[in-house]
Every structure is written in C-alpha cells, then in structure tokens.
C-alpha cells in the first residue's frame, strides 16, 4: 500500500521544477510552486482551502494529489483556480484511496479562464476494490472570451463506489469546452452525474462525452444538459452506457436553445456489448472475459 512518505516523493520531488500539491485526509503535506504558478493551502475547519493562479503559459504539468491513505477517513476540499488572460496549463488531479474500507471526498472546485486562456484539468481516481467509497463533486467554471476548457473525470481503477459528480460550465463569446467522463462501475456502485454547460457567448462551443460501464448489480443516471445562447453557438451531447448482468442505466440528455441561430444535438445509447465484437476476439484465441474487458477498455479510452 502507498504510504504517506512514498506519496510525498511521487507527488512532491524537488528540483523538477513542476508546481505540486499533495494533501492528505484535511492536513496539507507539500506545496511546491513553479514559476508562472502560485499555489496556497490552508487547512481550517475540517476542510482545505487551496488557491492556485496561473500567470503564464506552463509547459510543465501541475501535479495536484488529493488522497486519504488509512482504511477510513473523509476529505473536503474547496479550491479555486484563476487562469490570467492568456495563460495555459495542464493539471493533472489523482484522487488516491487505495485502502479505502470507508472514506468520503467531497470537492469543491471554482475555475476561472481568463480571455484567450487555455485550461486542461484531468483527474483520475484510484481506488480499492472493496470498501465503500462516496465522492461528491463539484465544478463550477466560467470561461472568458476565445478561452478554452478542458476537464475529464476518470474512474476505471477499483471500484467506483458512490459518486455524485455535478459540473457547471459557462461560455463567453468564442470559448471551447469539452467534459468527458469515463467510468466504470461494478458490485452495487451508483453514479449520478449532472453535466451542465451553458453557451452564453456568440460562436460558443462545447461537447459533453459520457462513457460509463456498468457491471454486476450497478446504476448510474447520466442528465446532460446544454444551453443555446449565444448567436451560432454549438453544442453537442454523446452519452454511452454499457449494461452487463443485472445492472441498470438511465440517461437523460437535454438541449435547450434560447437563440435561433444556435445549433444544439445529442445523442444517447443504452446496450449491452455487440455479441459480434466477443466473438471476433474469441476467435483470435481469447476467453470471453479476457474479450470483454477489452472492449470495455476500449469504450472507456
């Protein structure tokens, strides 16, 4: 098991001149700023407050570590990102619970991309495979003018547990945003995600992927919504749950246009696994199990 110290030499190794956070349970261990990023944490309160501003463009990668190492323990974490005008970053976000038997993270993130600002934000959890897991959520972001966001939620490692995962997306004039979501889900984990964007400015864009794998006894409920404002915005919504044994699925996506020059669609797929797909790889010598979680990695890519 990852213990605290060999956490602290992943996440927080001087001299590679990355900015990085690595907190564990509600006690921060490291910061390390980087130039061009300024990071501050505080822990009051049962909870940690982190406030991370970008001022430049960064090639390297901004490692921020939320984890909770024991077997039972709760987090909560409220932060906010300031992206100057201009800037770009790409953060990479893991979320470490490797012998959870009862934890609980909660998450609060506030994200503001200045104008012409480029975000990146990719967080992956990992968890154990047993125990029972609750993450709860949050992401609220406003992105400035010919800004671009960018956020992918990934759950593939142990079990997913509860999450309620809420995203909050609002565009000016010319800005990008995509949000995907990958996840998969086994034993009795439930999923509930609300994915949210909001097309405010002329020529605005987005798109909302979900891809969630459901297996044993598992259920998830995907609403994805998008809202048409601005003159010739374009949304997009493609949602895909894949149903193995006696697990159940519900997605409900929504388009929602204000202006008649914006351009909103979506699509939505429940199903089980092409029989085809298991047989083409069976017969290239694989088991059925081994055939499936193929292309179950493949789904969730």
């Not at 130039?35 to 505080?42: H, R």
């Not at 407050?49 to 390297?60: A, L, M, W």
């Amino acid at each position: 098991m990852m213990d605290i110290e060999n956490a602290m030499e992943r996440y927080s190794q001087p001299g590679r001149g990355e900015a990085t956070i690595f907190i564990h349970k509600n006690n921060v261990v490291r910061t390390v700023n980087a130039q061009g990023v300024k990071i501050e944490a505080e822990s009051r309160d049962n909870e940690v407050h982190v406030n991370i501003t970008v001022s430049e463009k960064i090639d390297k990668v901004v490692h921020l570590c939320f984890a909770i190492l024991r077997e039972e323990g709760e987090q909560r974490i409220k932060a906010h990102i300031k992206m100057e005008d201009g800037t770009a970053a790409r953060f990479l976000s893991h979320c470490v619970f490797p012998a959870a038997k009862k934890i609980r993270h909660d998450s609060e993130i506030h994200v503001e991309v200045g104008n012409g600002a480029h975000f990146n934000y990719e967080e992956e959890h990992i968890h154990s495979n047993t125990g029972e897991i609750v993450i709860n959520s949050h992401v609220i972001a406003r992105v400035g003018i010919k800004g671009s966001f960018e956020l992918s939620f990934t759950a593939k490692k142990g079990r997913a547990g509860t999450i309620n995962a809420i995203t909050d997306v609002h565009l000016l004039t010319e800005a990008r945003a995509n949000i995907i979501a990958r996840i998969a889900a086994k034993s009795d984990d439930a999923i509930a995600l609300d994915e949210n964007m909001q097309l405010a400015g002329c020529s605005s864009k987005g798109i909302i992927k979900t891809r969630v794998v459901l297996r044993e006894h598992a259920k998830s409920v995907v609403r994805s919504e998008i809202v048409g404002e601005g003159t010739n915005s374009r949304g997009h919504i493609d949602c895909t749950e894949i149903l193995m044994d006696h697990a159940e699925a519900r997605a409900e996506p929504n388009v929602y246009v204000k202006n008649p020059r914006a351009k909103l669609t979506h699509e939505a797929a429940i199903g089980r696994i092409d029989d085809r797909q298991i047989t083409t790889l069976m017969c290239r010598g694989l088991s059925e199990d081994e055939a499936t979680d193929i292309i179950v990695e493949g789904i969730l890519r």
